[in-house]
């Protein structure tokens, strides 16, 4: 399911007649308060996380770009696998996984490195105007790169990354039609419309939408006997959550004895 279906299931639920206007920004902010209240008392939560951002350009560019390097903000959590895909002309990502270019993971000195290596080449020219970064989260001296309007390239088949002071450095540089796709475990605190949430579970469901009904029952409603009820419910489902969460652990390990088990 995706993040606009579970808001739009929620709110219909919570408000059967319509989300008052005044209040529509104010509900979708519940929503979000609730997926992360659920990930930071349910571990399971936590895990499976996917951020799908496409390159582009010009005015719509999502990456920085240093030389023959892009430069992104890191997920706030653990990154199991990075790779690209190559985006169809709507960008809607539908490659097959075939298309996937997967990016092993090096230290920060090893990119410096390679940047090193390919400044030596005829595709990598080095811009002598430019100066060094200000930027207190990048590194000293990393200088912003350009390419010629000659240097066309096609999508690299792997490739390498870090994360450095919250930011992910990607090398080579991604181009226009690629996607770049991070599964993570962590924190998600934001969500796009057609991000994926566990909303087909009808227990995350349920508990977003107490979650709705109680805070708006004390914001709005100043109801303290609804905001008492929908507490409650709230906190024995999400109790009815934590101990399904840690029997799928309990089930984990003894079928995968080991560390590396998957999830």
Same mark, same amino acid.
Request: glycine letters at 4%; a negative charge; hydrophobic letters at 30%.
């Given at each position: 399911?995706?993040?606009?279906?579970?808001?739009?299931?929620?709110?219909?639920?919570?408000?059967?007649?319509?989300?008052?206007?005044?209040? /529509?920004?104010?509900?979708?902010?519940?929503?979000?308060?609730?997926? =992360?209240?659920?990930?930071?008392?349910?571990? %399971?939560?936590?895990?499976? &996380?996917?951020?799908?951002?496409? =390159?582009?350009?010009?005015?719509?560019?999502?990456?920085?770009?240093?030389?023959? *390097?892009?430069?992104?903000?890191?997920?706030?959590?653990?990154?199991?696998?990075?790779?690209?895909?190559?985006?169809?002309?709507?960008?809607?990502?539908? /490659? /097959?996984?075939?298309?996937?270019?997967?990016?092993?993971?090096?230290?920060?000195?090893?990119?410096?490195?390679?940047?090193?290596?390919?400044?030596?080449?005829?595709?990598?020219?080095?811009?002598? *105007?430019?100066?060094?970064?200000?930027?207190?989260?990048?590194?000293?001296? =990393?200088?912003?790169?350009?390419?010629?309007? !000659?240097?066309?390239?096609?999508r690299a088949f792997t490739g390498i990354w870090a994360k450095y002071r919250g930011k992910l450095y990607i090398a080579p540089?991604?181009?226009?039609?690629?996607?770049?796709?991070?599964?993570?475990?962590?924190?998600?605190?934001?969500?796009?419309?057609?991000?994926? =949430?566990?909303?087909?579970?009808?227990?995350?469901?349920? !508990?977003?939408?107490?979650?709705?009904?109680?805070?708006?029952?004390?914001?709005?409603?100043?109801?303290?006997?609804?905001?008492?009820?929908?507490?409650?419910?709230?906190?024995?489902?999400?109790?009815?959550?934590?101990?399904? %969460? &840690?029997?799928?652990?309990?089930?984990?390990?003894?079928?995968?004895?080991d560390q590396g088990r998957p999830y």
């Open positions: 399911m995706t993040f606009a279906t579970l808001k739009s299931n929620v709110r219909s639920q919570v408000f059967p007649y319509g989300v008052p206007e005044n209040l /529509s920004t104010v509900i979708d902010n519940y929503i979000v308060e609730a997926l =992360v209240h659920l990930q930071r008392y349910v571990p %399971c939560y936590q895990q499976l &996380n996917v951020t799908n951002t496409d =390159v582009l350009s010009g005015s719509t560019a999502n990456f920085e770009e240093y030389i023959r *390097t892009s430069v992104t903000t890191a997920p706030d959590g653990v990154i199991n696998r990075l790779y690209t895909i190559d985006s169809d002309s709507d960008n809607t990502n539908s /490659s /097959s996984k075939f298309d996937e270019r997967h990016y092993k993971q090096k230290s920060f000195q090893d990119i410096t490195e390679w940047i090193r290596n390919e400044e030596a080449t005829d595709y990598l020219k080095v811009d002598t *105007t430019k100066s060094a970064s200000a930027s207190t989260t990048d590194p000293k001296n =990393v200088q912003a790169g350009s390419q010629t309007s !000659a240097d066309t390239e096609e540089r991604l181009i226009d039609s690629e996607s770049l796709v991070i599964e993570w475990t962590g924190f998600k605190k934001t969500w796009a419309d057609n991000d994926v =949430v566990d909303g087909d579970d009808p227990e995350v469901q349920r !508990a977003v939408r107490l979650y709705v009904t109680k805070e708006h029952a004390r914001d709005w409603d100043h109801d303290t006997e609804s905001y008492q009820m929908a507490t409650a419910e709230f906190n024995d489902t999400v109790s009815g959550m934590i101990w399904e %969460c &840690n029997q799928k652990e309990i089930q984990g390990k003894q079928i995968y004895p």
